[in-house]
């Protein structure tokens, strides 16, 4: 089955700084690749999305890439701000079968 | 956008009675639903997949006699915690595809506390 590595599991950077975390699959055959974004107690939300058909998708101050061959995709915050503090997993699918989540990273900004 | 809600948002009980967590399709007709534990610190582990009208799929390790699944409609999922203990003590997240997209939408979640 399908298994996606996440790093780092912790990132501080400070507030206007930009934040790069990356994760990597095993099965080639998945095709679409979300970010969400959790705080604590709260539901995990969906920030920004890929396909495999595309290999970077920008949304404002977010952007996701996406490397097929390398089977790795990462997810770059740009002039973080505080309210960027969260946890932020990864994951991977194949044609809407079940979604496989990294083991999430938590994102501190500091000010 | 899609919404999905749970209830209820927290609950608290005796070791050894069942709970039921319900999860809404607001306004959209959701044809899979998926539920979701995630401990404290923890990702999101996937415990079943339920299409409507048919039986969940359990994830390996996931006891179906335990953890009661039923799609009855396409806006409802329930989640029935049969004879809880205290290491079923979690947060229950559930999550809804439409179908035709493979974009799911969570629910707030239901803190599950068993004394």
């Known amino acids: 089955g399908e298994n996606v590595e996440q790093h780092p599991s912790t990132l501080s950077v400070q507030e206007g700084d930009s934040a790069v975390i990356k994760c990597t699959y095993s099965d080639s055959a998945s095709n679409y690749f979300p970010w969400y974004k959790q705080e604590l107690g709260k539901r995990p939300q969906l920030i920004i999305d890929?396909?495999?058909?595309?290999g970077e998708k920008k949304d404002q101050r977010i952007a996701v890439t996406l490397n097929k061959t390398a089977k790795h995709f990462s997810l770059h915050i740009t002039e973080t701000q505080p309210e960027d503090s969260a946890v932020y997993f990864c994951?991977?699918?194949?044609?809407?079968?079940?979604?496989?989540f990294g083991a999430g990273t938590i994102l501190r900004v500091k000010s | 956008g899609a919404v999905v809600s749970q209830h209820p948002s927290r609950v608290i009980c005796k070791s050894g009675t069942s709970v039921k967590i319900e999860c809404r399709s607001l306004d959209f007709q959701a044809t899979t639903m998926f539920w979701y534990r995630q401990f404290p610190k923890q990702s999101l582990m996937l415990m079943a997949t339920s299409n409507e009208g048919s039986k969940a799929t359990y994830e390996q390790g996931v006891e179906k006699d335990k953890f009661l699944i039923n799609h009855a409609s396409l806006t409802l999922s329930t989640l029935t915690v049969t004879s809880a203990h205290p290491e079923d003590s979690s947060f229950y997240i559930c999550?809804?595809?439409?179908?035709?997209?493979?974009?799911?939408?969570f629910g707030p979640g239901t803190r599950l506390t068993v004394l």
């Open positions: 999550s809804a595809g439409a179908g035709s997209t493979d974009t799911q939408y």
């Open positions: 994951a991977a699918d194949k044609y809407g079968n079940k979604l496989v």
């Open positions: 890929i396909r495999s058909n595309v």
